[in-house]
């Protein structure tokens, strides 16, 4: 099965700087790369997504790169703000049974940014 | 508009126990999944519904673990007997397409003593 290495675990970054989140996959069959915000007693919320046939994509202050044949892709936060702190997961999915998702997790980066 | 929503948000059982996690997805959504978040990890994935369906159950750590669907809305998951190592957060997620992005509920925390 499907296996991802999250890393840093924990990132402390000074306001207004910028934060760098790396994640490694193993099946080369994967090819959607979602990445979630968890704050402490809520659910996971998505924040941006990137699919195989895509390299690199932005919304506002956050960005996901994709290496297809290196099998990593990367979430980047620019100008950081105290309410970025946060735990981020990424997560790689294959195709199920009934063309849903099954998305296997990383482990999780404690962000924490100090004003 | 309304999110997904778990109940009951906190739960303790005694070793032994049987216990109901309750699951309302965002209204029609087809699919809805389960996953299990322990303590400092990423969620892991139990199992899939597709309306009433269960087309995956591959992630169910044991046969004390059961989910269902009957209507194709709201789901239940239920673990009996529960174990120490049951203790964990339970989310639910639910998708209106296929496949399309997952949308996760609150979770419910259970605590197995």
């Known amino acids: 099965g499907e296996n991802v290495e999250q890393h840093p675990s924990t990132l402390s970054v000074q306001e207004g700087d910028s934060a760098v989140i790396k994640c490694t996959y193993s099946?080369?069959?994967?090819?959607?790369f979602p990445w979630y915000k968890q704050e402490l007693g809520k659910g996971p919320q998505l924040i941006i997504d990137?699919?195989?046939?895509?390299g690199e994509k932005k919304d506002q202050r956050i960005a996901v790169t994709l290496n297809k044949t290196a099998k990593h892709f990367s979430l980047h936060i620019t100008e950081t703000q105290p309410e970025d702190s946060a735990v981020y997961f990424c997560?790689?999915?294959?195709?199920?049974?009934?063309?849903?998702?099954?998305?296997?997790f990383g482990s999780g980066t404690q962000l924490t940014v100090l004003p | 508009g309304a999110g997904v929503s778990q109940s009951p948000r906190y739960k303790v059982a005694k070793r032994g126990q049987d216990v109901a996690l309750r699951c309302d997805p965002i209204?029609?959504?087809?699919?809805l999944f389960w996953y299990q978040q322990a303590l400092g990890q990423g969620p892991e994935f139990l199992t899939y519904?597709?309306?009433?369906?269960?087309?995956?159950k591959s992630g169910l750590p044991s046969d004390r673990f059961f989910a269902e669907r009957p209507e194709g809305s709201v789901s239940t998951l239920k673990i009996q007997r529960t174990q120490q190592e049951d203790s964990a957060v339970y989310l639910c997620?639910?998708?209106?397409?296929?496949?399309?992005?997952?949308?996760f509920g609150p979770g419910t925390r259970l605590t197995v003593l």
């Open positions: 990137i699919r195989s046939n895509v």
């Open positions: 519904f597709q309306n009433e369906a269960q087309l995956d």
């Open positions: 997560a790689a999915s294959i195709r199920m049974t009934g063309s849903a998702r099954q998305l296997t």
């Open positions: 099946d080369s069959a994967s090819n959607y």
């Open positions: 209204s029609g959504h087809v699919s």
């Open positions: 997620a639910s998708s209106l397409m296929m496949p399309g992005t997952q949308y």
